[in-house]
């Protein structure tokens, strides 16, 4: 095989950057006429500048929220209003949650944990990027912003290794003054961990309490009245490599709760009243606005019962007679309050909601007696915490975040895994619908016209929806259909019927979906369990199961026989039914030990599969614990592969494999370490099987932790990454990545999964954070070098283009609720063929596309601004054989294109 040097590579990448000298370049504020006439050229990237003209078009949905983890209002104008999403960035409203904005989408992360107003000048706003609650699918952070605009612009403050914030608070008239609760690293030990205070507005940042590398700080609060006065909750926490349920270890000796009363230049801790000789978990603290004498704590210890539950532990009993039971003990944990600035404490209450996920504790401005306590349930006292009585409401569970009016206190905002509510009257909590912050697995589409898209979301179960509509307003809440309850992940569809789909909740269990089935008594049609070996999970049995899950099972449909699945728990299963029986054809191929060790909860599982569409029976399996796995006889002998990766540690997960179109011996593997606390990103190509390998990370940047790797099947160098910092692509099998910052789609929002629509060749990315967004990309699987120095590209259209007609929506019938006017709307695509194209020359063109078929003929003029990608309808057309010819830059590039009949009707969502 021939094997070019790597400096012919390179001159060959060269010669596609340009240089913008002087003249052209943008004056520099501050320099003299004799500096600006020696700035030198700026060397420009031609394919850089393609990629800048690729749009990218949200699809939603907004049917449910994402991950809630803040909220920032301003006191003085409530109906202004700031979101901290888990994975979705920050959202801004002026209108009271009517509509809203998203204010982050250009900064290098979309992971929040805090986000905070100064009182008296709110349009100072502080962000802490990283969530602080450190589930298995949690993201980090890189550190601190500070806007001074109200969020139109950001600076970036620094603390970049802190990863994970969980409060932020700001002194109430000067805004130069904050505190940053970071709890660092959840993987690993690091010292940027602990409690920080800037006193100029985050130009440096000094420790304020640190403790070890190993505790971090999880809250702080500021006294009302005195800005001095802080409290402060210290967490010992660790997750290990693994995506079990709770993290390794959650509480230790080292956390606690802490007080300053002088602005945070000394801390003592407190003890009198709260639990002694245990270990401190996270903590929660909320002072009473009227009188911060009292202030409360919800508090985990080592001894609180259910803190790997998904409940916790319960609240204190009532007893027959109704009237409020006694706690337990105090070193089990509670609510406590205490009534002399935390001097003292007493134990009002056992309740202590899953630990390591909540932790958060409020109490109503007006009314000390009044707290709330979040977690899987909403939590309400109305006698100072002494009992807790069922609070009937119609939101989404699993809360962390509330705010309440100082002025009305039945004015409150919650966040939630379900999104955003809102309520005027303490009681009937709305629902705000104009978020898309959704939080995908996985994705996957059908052949329908317009196509359906499939996909799990965290806490939201999994949905269908369509990439289009047939209705004039576009794609609404009413056209996304939910599938399956629980966590969602994975989804597949059967290639020969587009109403089968599989759709999966939390470890393993799978379920065969009819669409087109009439609904059943629950509403949710012919859906079938097909869990493996067969049968549904027996939850009575006491000894464990003989078979592990992971959290995020992988589902494969067989690229040779639509009838054929296989499904990944420590061994590989295949039905050649639909699911309908299965049999066994690995042996375990994890690294589970075999010596007698006790393995990690929540681990030793198949974490992906992927089947060679270019051979039958050559199927490659990655596991959560670092094993690859190769068979090429549909798993009667298997080849460990996983000595052969090179240079990179066996702690590791291997979340996908993506076959080659091209050739059965080549094949992609994205490696995952971050769970290892290695924020490198790992992408590795062979193409013999897996005997040797060749690292493809190249230019990738740190924190850019690969998740999946796509490859297009029409251009074999063509590939795309889907990171925990956006999506990037490359045009030359990975020797240089570029990052795809399309027009309208978040820079660095985490990608879970990709899928390239065979027809459309549009690439589909479920983001985890901010939905489903849909990208074409077919000028990108046929551009040639030659193309980007051309003065007029004219790309070929990527599929036959039907006829379609819009109409009004129809009311909703029957019991579907009227959609909310101010829930979010994707837009449709244009009707009729889109042109892409790309200009080159300086300046604008007045540029002419005709079209002509032996029954029709026209013409459409547009003026294009300058030189670049562009997308552009050419409206409703006629069914037939059309040549369509660009005129432009003196040139004219001609391309066929086919226009069909309307498509049959297909069932609706």
């Known amino acids: 095989m021939l094997r070019f040097p790597a400096a012919i590579v390179l001159v060959t990448f060269l010669s596609l950057i340009v240089y913008v000298g002087s003249p052209q370049a943008p004056a520099v504020r501050g320099q003299s006429p004799v500096q600006k006439a020696q700035t030198p050229a700026r060397p420009v990237d031609l394919r850089q500048v393609f990629l800048q003209g690729l749009p990218a078009r949200c699809i939603g949905p907004a049917n449910m929220g994402g991950r809630i983890c803040d909220l920032a209002v301003v006191e003085s104008n409530p109906d202004v209003f700031y979101v901290a999403s888990a994975g979705g960035g920050v959202w801004k409203t002026h209108d009271g949650g009517q509509s809203f904005t998203p204010i982050f989408d250009d900064q290098p992360t979309q992971c929040i944990g805090a986000v905070a107003v100064c009182r008296d000048q709110p349009h100072v706003v502080y962000v802490g990027t990283g969530e602080a609650n450190p589930r298995n699918s949690v993201s980090w952070g890189c550190g601190v912003f500070r806007s001074g605009d109200g969020g139109r612009t950001w600076f970036h403050c620094g603390l970049e290794d802190t990863h994970h914030i969980g409060r932020i608070v700001v002194h109430p008239t000067d805004p130069n003054i904050a505190y940053v609760a970071a709890l660092g690293h959840v993987w690993g030990p690091n010292r940027a961990r602990g409690l920080y205070k800037t006193t100029d507005g985050g130009v440096t940042w000094q420790h304020s309490l640190f403790i070890d590398e190993n505790t971090g700080c999880i809250d702080v609060q500021m006294d009302p009245l005195n800005p001095d006065i802080l409290y402060a909750a210290f967490w010992p926490m660790r997750r290990d490599a693994f995506s079990g349920g709770s993290p390794i270890r959650q509480t230790g000796p080292t956390g606690g709760l802490f007080k300053t009363t002088d602005g945070g230049k000394t801390w003592k801790k407190l003890t009198r009243g709260l639990p002694e000789n245990v270990g401190y978990g996270r903590c929660g603290i909320s002072i009473y606005r009227k009188d911060p004498r009292i202030v409360y704590a919800v508090v985990h210890t080592s001894e609180t019962a259910g803190q790997n539950s998904n409940v916790g532990q319960s609240a204190t009993p009532v007893g027959k007679d109704g009237k409020p039971g006694s706690p337990g003990p105090i070193n089990r944990g509670g609510i406590f309050r205490s009534e002399d600035y935390g001097e003292t404490w007493r134990k009002v209450n056992d309740l202590v909601p899953r630990p390591f996920y909540y932790g958060q504790i409020r109490v109503d401005p007006n009314d000390d007696k009044v707290i709330y306590v979040l977690g899987v349930a909403f939590h309400v006292s109305r006698d100072g915490g002494r009992t807790f009585p069922p609070f009937r409401h119609s939101m989404h569970p699993d809360h962390h975040a509330l705010w309440i009016n100082p002025k009305d206190s039945q004015h409150m905002i919650v966040g939630n895994d379900g999104g955003l509510y809102i309520t005027k009257d303490g009681k009937n909590f709305e629902a705000k619908r104009g978020l898309v912050i959704s939080q995908f697995y996985g994705v996957a589409v059908d052949s329908r016209v317009p196509y359906h898209v499939y996909g799990g979301l965290q806490d939201n179960g999994s949905w269908a929806g369509p990439s289009a509509t047939v209705y004039k307003d576009g794609i609404t809440l009413a056209d996304w259909r939910r599938l399956l309850g629980g966590d969602g992940f994975q989804a597949a569809v059967d290639p020969e019927d587009n109403n089968i789909v599989y759709v999966e909740s939390q470890y393993g269990n799978l379920v065969r979906v009819k669409l087109d089935a009439p609904p059943g008594p629950t509403g949710k049609g012919a859906n079938k369990s097909i869990r493996p070996p067969g049968v549904k999970q027996d939850k009575t049995r006491k000894e464990p199961s003989p078979y592990r899950f992971n959290w995020n099972s992988p589902i494969l449909i067989s690229p040779h026989d639509a009838k054929t699945i296989y499904y990944g728990a420590q061994y590989l299963f295949k039905s050649t039914n639909r699911g309908d029986s299965w049999q066994k054809i690995s042996p375990d191929l994890t690294a589970y030990p075999r010596d007698g060790s006790v393995p990690a909860p929540g681990g030793h599982t198949i974490l992906s599969l992927a089947a060679s569409p270019r051979q039958a029976g050559v199927i490659w399996v990655g596991t959560d614990d670092g094993k690859l796995w190769l068979t090429r006889d549909d798993g009667r002998t298997w080849i460990d592969l996983t000595d052969k990766l090179p240079d990179i540690p066996r702690q590791r997960a291997i979340p996908k494999i993506e076959c080659s179109y091209f050739d059965a011996g080549t094949a992609y593997v994205a490696v995952d370490r971050h769970r290892n606390d290695d924020f490198r990103p790992y992408i590795f190509k062979t193409t013999d099987y897996g005997q040797t390998w060749t690292a493809l990370a190249s230019n990738l940047p740190l924190h850019a932790v690969v998740g999946v790797v796509r490859q297009s099947s ?196």
Request: aromatic fraction near 8%; include cysteine.
């Open 714 to 909: 029409r251009n074999k160098d063509l590939l795309f990454a889907g990171t925990e910092r956006g999506l990037f692509v490359t045009f030359n099998d990975g020797k240089f990545w570029y990052p795809l910052r399309c027009v309208g789609m978040p820079a660095a929002v985490r990608v879970d999964d990709l899928v390239i629509h065979p027809r459309e060749r549009e690439l589909v990315v479920a983001t985890h954070g901010r939905g489903i967004w849909i990208i074409p990309i077919a000028p990108l699987e046929e551009l040639k070098d030659a193309h980007l120095t051309a003065d007029a590209v004219l790309f070929p259209f990527p599929a036959p283009v039907p006829v379609m007609e819009r109409r009004d929506r129809p009311p909703p019938s029957g019991k579907a609720a009227p959609i909310p006017r101010d829930a979010f709307v994707a837009p449709n695509p244009p009707l009729g063929p889109v042109a892409a194209f790309y200009l080159t020359g300086e300046g604008p063109e007045r540029v002419k596309f005709t079209y002509q078929s032996p029954q029709h003929s026209g013409s459409v003029e547009m003026t294009i601004p300058g030189p670049g990608l562009y997308f552009r309808p050419l409206g409703q057309l006629p069914p037939g054989e059309y040549e369509v010819a660009l005129h432009a830059r003196g040139v004219v590039v001609r391309q066929p294109l086919r226009v069909v009949a309307p498509p049959q009707a297909s069932p609706e969502q």
